[in-house]
């Protein structure tokens, strides 16, 4: 799984467009039970838990798309030389919901096309019907090929195909 790895409003806000069909959910409005990386108060397992499961129900309404994939990371993850654990995979998430308004986390075990089950993944809050839709998106905002890239997510099938990164 790539070392690159929101809570909203109850159902998907569905977008058409010519082509790729995008489908848009509401921003993000991340639970405030725990810090942000000014606070000083840590995050827990608890709080990315609280994040996924408040985003869950919007989620579900991308099942079978593609979706920008912003970060996967889990305890113990080491990126450009920070060890993540659960308070640092969430100010990463801050920075993340930050920068985008509508950023999603997920947990990689709720979704059959990931080969690790066990990781907290951010995505952005859209989907498109293509890969090239995910991935222009990507490119549109300027995230470098390694921090941004096209993840068709699927309770069903399995990770073969669902990935498909960007050029450097």
């Not at 099942?63 to 970060?71: A, E, I, K, N, Y």
């Not at 999603?104 to 979704?111: F, I, T």
Request: some cysteine; proline content about 6%.
């Amino acid at each position: 799984m790539p070392a690159r790895v929101s809570s909203g409003e109850p159902g998907p806000v569905v977008t058409t467009a010519p082509a790729p069909v995008t489908v848009t959910v509401a921003p993000s409005t991340s639970p405030s039970t725990s810090s942000s990386s000014s606070s000083g108060v840590e995050a827990t397992t608890a709080t990315l838990q609280a994040v996924v499961d408040a985003d869950r129900n919007a989620m579900e309404g991308f099942d079978g798309m593609w979706v920008p994939q912003l970060s996967s990371k889990k305890s113990g993850t080491v990126d450009n030389g920070t060890v993540y654990d659960a308070s640092s995979i969430y100010r990463h998430y801050e920075s993340l919901v930050s920068g985008e308004t509508n950023v999603r986390m997920l947990w990689s075990g709720d979704w059959s096309v990931y080969r690790e089950s066990d990781y907290w993944v951010v995505v952005a809050g859209e989907g498109f019907a293509t890969a090239a839709g995910a991935n222009a998106w990507c490119d549109a905002r300027g995230f470098p090929a390694d921090d941004c890239f096209a993840k068709r997510l699927s309770h069903t099938a399995g990770p073969a195909g669902s990935t498909e990164l960007r050029s450097s």
